[in-house]
């Protein structure tokens, strides 16, 4: 008796433990789940294998624009970000024509999102915002893209 007693407890145990462990990893799944996700284009076109980087908002490019998380585009051009915490950013695409990992004016062309200027035919960056992590920012489209003009500045797009 006294044993069945024992495994009726460690069973009620053990049910209580998944139950526990299973809701505490729905919520982490769900804090993790947070995306930003879209498609880019460029005369109409979709680009695929153009990086995308999410960008800290800041009031100019020297005062932030560090990168908080990146992705790549696949062969429909469209685009998932995972696990972008709450916070304001700039989405920015980078298709690296020759390969080199690095952002080369007058070669690489870039595109952000924001509204297409017509008279200069670029994208001006839109801030996007991201308030909690329930939220989902969709349809987050790069309509154009644009080489840099030309100049010696690279900047690299990972490692060292």
Do not use: W
């Amino acid at each position: 008796m006294h044993i069945r007693n024992l495994f009726f407890t460690l069973s009620i145990f053990v049910v209580a433990l998944a139950v526990l462990t299973a809701s505490t990893c729905e919520e982490a799944a769900q804090a993790l789940s947070t995306t930003i996700s879209g498609t880019v284009y460029d005369d109409g076109a979709v680009v695929e294998g153009a990086f995308i980087l999410v960008l800290e908002y800041g009031d100019t490019a020297t005062a932030g624009m560090s990168l908080s998380n990146l992705s790549l585009t696949n062969s429909s051009g469209h685009y998932t970000v995972l696990e972008v915490e709450p916070g304001d950013y700039y989405i920015c695409a980078v298709k690296d024509e020759d390969g080199n990992l690095n952002i080369d004016p007058g070669i690489d062309i870039v595109g952000y999102y924001g509204e297409v200027d017509s008279l200069l035919g670029i994208s001006i960056p839109e801030k996007v915002t991201l308030e909690n992590e329930d939220q989902d920012l969709v349809n987050i489209d790069i309509e154009e893209m644009y080489v840099l003009p030309g100049g010696e500045k690279k900047v690299r797009l990972l490692g060292d």
